[in-house]
C-alpha cells in the first residue's frame, strides 16, 4: 500500500480541476442517481448514497440539483436509465487503469475509451485484465500537521480502521468500503479534520516511474480518460514523484 498517498494528492488536485468545470455537478449527479437507484434514497440506510451527498456539499453542488438527482434515482422524478460499466487496460511501462463509467450509452462510452487508450498509449484489455491487482477499500484523507501519528493510528484503528499511511503531510485510513462513512464519522466525532472519503481501488503494488517523458504519457493517459464526459472514475498503480508531477 506503500506511496498510495501520493496518488490521492493526484486524485485531490484533479478534482480541485474538476470543481472549476461545469461539467462536475454532471459528474455528482450521476452519482447521486445511480446510489439512489441502488439502495434507496435515505443516506442513513445507503452508505454510498451518503458519500455520494457528501461530495456533492464539497463541490459546492447547488441543494436543488443534488435533490433532483437523488429523486431521479428513486423514481420520484423522470431521469435517464444510467448504467455502470468498468474497462480495464494497460498505459505506459505496464501501468493497469481501471475506468469507472456511467453512462446511457454503452456503444458511445466504449469507443471513446477504447479511442483514449489506443491515442495515448496505451491498450485497451478486457473484463479482469487488471482488476485483480486492486483491492476495492475505503478511503479517508486527514491532513497530519500538529496530530500526533502513533496517537492517531491507534485512534484509528480503535473506530474500525484496517490500516493507515502516513506520507507527504498526511494520513490515508484504509477501511472495508461498507465502513468507510462509519469511520470517518467517528474520526470526525474524535476532533480529527476529515478531507476526504470516498470508496476507491487501492492497488496492491506501485508501477514507479522515474523520467519524466513516461511520466508525461502517463499523465496524458489518465487525463485523456478523466475528460470524457462519461467517466466516473479512473484508478492506476503508477507511482510518481512529487518533483516530476511538478514539472509536468
Known amino acids: 500500500m506503500s506511496g498510495h498517498s501520493k496518488w490521492s494528492n493526484i486524485k485531490h488536485r484533479k478534482g480541485a480541476q474538476d470543481a472549476?468545470?461545469?461539467?462536475?455537478?454532471?459528474?455528482?449527479?450521476?452519482?447521486?442517481t445511480i446510489a439512489a437507484k441502488e439502495a434507496g434514497g435515505d443516506p442513513n440506510f445507503n452508505p454510498r448514497l451518503r458519500l455520494?451527498?457528501?461530495?456533492a456539499k464539497a463541490a459546492n453542488m447547488p441543494k436543488?440539483?443534488?435533490?433532483r438527482a437523488i429523486k431521479k434515482g428513486t423514481?420520484?422524478?423522470?431521469?435517464?436509465?444510467?448504467?455502470?460499466?468498468?474497462y480495464e487496460g494497460y498505459g505506459p511501462e505496464g501501468t493497469a487503469f481501471i475506468v469507472e463509467v456511467i453512462t446511457d450509452n454503452k456503444n458511445r462510452s466504449a469507443s471513446e475509451v477504447r479511442a483514449a487508450f489506443s491515442r495515448n498509449n496505451g491498450n485497451l484489455g478486457t473484463d479482469g485484465a487488471v482488476a485483480w491487482m486492486f483491492q476495492?477499500?475505503?478511503?479517508?484523507?486527514v491532513l497530519a500537521e500538529?496530530?500526533?501519528a502513533e496517537e492517531f493510528m491507534m485512534a484509528a484503528l480503535e473506530v474500525g480502521a484496517d490500516d493507515v499511511i502516513e506520507e507527504d503531510g498526511e494520513f490515508t485510513v484504509l477501511t472495508e468500503q461498507s465502513q468507510c462513512?462509519?469511520?470517518?464519522?467517528?474520526?470526525?466525532k474524535l476532533g480529527y479534520k476529515v478531507e476526504e472519503s470516498e470508496v476507491s481501488m487501492i492497488p496492491d503494488n506501485k508501477v514507479s516511474i522515474t523520467d519524466l517523458e513516461t511520466a508525461k504519457?502517463?499523465?496524458?493517459?489518465?487525463?485523456?480518460?478523466?475528460?470524457l464526459d462519461d467517466v466516473n472514475d479512473v484508478y492506476s498503480n503508477f507511482d510518481i514523484s512529487e518533483e516530476l508531477l511538478e514539472q509536468i
Open 20 to 32: 472549476k468545470r461545469a461539467k462536475v455537478f454532471t459528474r455528482l449527479g450521476k452519482e447521486l
Open 52 to 55: 455520494a451527498i457528501d461530495k
Open 64 to 67: 436543488d440539483n443534488l435533490e
Open 75 to 86: 423514481g420520484e422524478l423522470e431521469g435517464v436509465d444510467y448504467m455502470e460499466i468498468r
Open 136 to 141: 476495492r477499500k475505503g478511503e479517508i484523507i
Open 146 to 148: 500538529g496530530i500526533d
Open 181 to 188: 462513512n462509519l469511520v470517518a464519522e467517528e474520526l470526525k
Open 217 to 227: 504519457k502517463v499523465m496524458d493517459l489518465y487525463d485523456v480518460l478523466d475528460d
